[in-house]
């Protein structure tokens, strides 16, 4: 699985990036052929440094080949320039080969089993 991930910077004006954000870019980004799942994250704290980043958009997809399809797609155009336009640089575009883990399938009844003591005792 690939991912799309967009780094948006904090923005001068919250509620403008969010307008344009939602209505410009959005559309395109959902029309995007191939996209299997999509995750959005609004930035607390950073706990490191300063906060730079305000929000995460990502777009999974099966595979790379699947990921360029959807950017090469007339949608992944739109979205691309809607993206330029709106966040005008204040933004990180990467690409992520994902490695998932379903941790809550695994144990009984769906509950991953950790053992917080040594069993060999």
């Known amino acids: 699985m690939y991912k ?4 948006f910077r904090t923005p ?5 990036f969010e307008e344009d954000w939602s209505h410009k870019f959005v559309p395109f980004a959902d029309a995007m052929p191939g996209v299997l799942r999509v995750e959005i ?3 607390e704290q950073d ?5 730079i980043f305000y929000k995460t958009h ?3 997809f099966a595979s790379r080949a699947a ?8 949608a992944g ?17 990467l690409l992520a080969d994902v ?7 695994e144990g009984v009844d769906g509950v991953a089993k950790i053992s917080s003591t040594d069993e060999t005792d």
């Open 47 to 51: 706990l490191t440094m300063p906060l």
């Open 4 to 7: 799309l991930i967009i780094l």
């Open 58 to 60: 990502e777009l999974y």
């Open 77 to 93: 155009k739109q979205a691309g320039k809607a993206l330029q336009k709106m966040a005008q640089g204040g933004y990180q575009l």
């Open 41 to 43: 994250s609004t930035f």
């Open 12 to 16: 001068k004006d919250i509620g403008k």
């Open 67 to 74: 990921l360029d399809e959807a950017l090469n797609s007339d």
């Open 99 to 105: 490695l998932e883990e379903d941790r809550q399938r």
